[in-house]
């Protein structure tokens, strides 16, 4: 696709649901971001995906979370019995590659989630 | 492990003034790649300029220029000419070359605002 894709854009959600959150990447583009942003506050890493594997995934705050790449395009970021410190804003980018390669990241509108 | 500060939670800038906003990081590592990116209310974060750590001549990008300095380990953005349009977040960014480390390290931002 023009860019990078997420789905939906705002989710409410009730304390202890589970919810997934959707990236559709750049067509091509074989790494793959999830970041964090709190009201107000900077980007928090969540986890990388090289292709379909996931080399770097330190940035996951409890094993509520977790994510998947398929096909070496979609990924979905699932967060399991929310809490409400989980309401924040969840940015997805994707760039060329690793190393030297295609540096800049593309960074979707972000999944605005907030738990009740 | 790397980490980048920005020290000014927020600036403010006269329409066609310049301003800088500053960036330091710490890293042990010698090749790397310094990101500044713009988030305007819309959420979607924009690449405003990108430095790589080898080249000793500073970005520009039209209004846009960094003043790199590797051993202080400094990396500030000015603007100039500011437009009202240049009002949003701006976010430093490291990326580290070595593999498996490719993740972007961001600071917690600094809020510009532009008067008319």
């Known amino acids: 696709g023009a860019g990078v894709s997420q789905s939906p854009s705002n989710k409410v959600t009730e304390k202890g649901k589970d919810v997934e959150l959707r990236c559709d990447p750049i067509?091509?583009?074989?790494?793959l971001y999830w970041y964090r942003q709190s009201l107000g506050q900077g980007l928090e890493f969540l986890i990388y995906?090289?292709?379909?594997?996931?080399?770097?995934k330190s940035g996951l705050p409890s094993d509520r979370f977790s994510a998947e790449r398929t096909g070496g395009s979609v990924s979905t970021l699932t967060i399991q019995r929310t809490q409400q410190e989980d309401s924040a804003v969840y940015l997805c980018?994707?760039?060329?590659?690793?190393?030297?390669?295609?540096?800049?990241?593309?960074f979707g509108q972000g999944t605005r989630l907030t738990v009740v | 492990a790397q980490t980048v500060t920005q020290s000014q939670p927020e600036m403010s800038v006269q329409e066609a003034e310049t301003v800088t906003l500053s960036c330091t990081y710490d890293?042990?590592?010698?090749?790397?790649?310094l990101f500044w990116y713009k988030q305007p209310p819309s959420r979607q974060m924009i690449l405003v300029i990108r430095?790589?750590?080898?080249?000793?001549q500073n970005a520009t990008e039209n209004r846009f220029s960094v003043n790199f300095q590797k051993a202080a380990k400094s990396f500030s953005l000015k603007i100039s000419d500011s437009q009202l349009g240049d009002a949003a977040m701006y976010f430093c960014?490291?990326?580290?070359?070595?593999?498996?480390?490719?993740?972007?390290?961001f600071g917690t931002g600094t809020r510009l605002k532009v008067l008319a």
């Open positions: 980018a994707s760039s060329l590659g690793g190393g030297g390669v295609g540096t800049e990241a593309f």
């Open positions: 067509s091509g583009h074989t790494a």
């Open positions: 995906f090289q292709g379909n594997s996931a080399p770097d």
């Open positions: 890293t042990s590592e010698s090749d790397y790649y």
């Open positions: 430095q790589e750590a080898y080249k000793q």
């Open positions: 960014a490291y990326r580290s070359v070595s593999v498996g480390t490719y993740k972007y390290i």
